[in-house]
């Protein structure tokens, strides 16, 4: 008889906000106003897919997580059904319909934008999929970016 694995899921459901932003900017100077502009603190990560640029900020008074990423890259779209969108900026966390609403107008306020607006997460066909790269890139980032630790001592090339 085969044995059978059970995993875990989480114990809460995480909810996710999607907006999306059409405008004339490039991604570092989008991100720069944003950060003059909510007031946030938006830093550039490594690009996700190797082709999308990637900026993220924890509000950790509201506890949300904040993913701005491009849709387009030299030859590519993330989101097929968002080719008139250049970014998406993803919200993790608990966040209300009037906290939107005013994040949208506060990004409509920034010169060069031409709109921006709510995305349905059941419009998307891969956005789990998305979801899933972007953790694992997630993880990878901070795997590299921790130190190796003092005992840790090198042999012939190889940490041990």
């Given at each position: 008889m085969a044995k059978k694995t059970v995993l875990?899921?989480?114990t809460?459901?995480?909810?996710?906000?999607?907006?999306?932003v059409s405008c004339h900017l490039k991604d570092y100077?989008?991100?720069y106003l944003l950060n003059q502009k909510l007031p946030a603190s938006f830093k550039k990560l490594d690009d996700f897919g190797g082709n999308y640029s990637?900026?993220?900020?924890?509000?950790?008074?509201?506890?949300?997580s904040y993913y701005l990423v491009s849709n387009r890259s030299e030859d590519k779209i993330l989101f097929q059904e968002l080719k008139q969108t250049d970014f998406v900026l993803l919200v993790e966390g608990p966040f209300k319909k009037a906290q939107l609403d005013r994040l949208l107008k506060t990004i409509r306020t920034i010169p060069n934008v031409l709109t921006t607006f709510e995305i349905q997460v059941s419009s998307l066909k891969n956005f789990s999929g998305f979801l899933a790269d972007l953790e694992l890139h997630l993880m990878k980032i901070k795997k590299e970016s921790q130190p190796k630790s003092a005992s840790t001592?090198?042999?012939g090339g190889i940490y041990v």
């Open positions: 875990e899921s989480r809460e459901a995480l909810s996710y906000t999607l907006a999306g100077r989008l991100s990637l900026y993220f900020y924890l509000d950790e008074e509201c506890r949300n001592k090198k042999y």
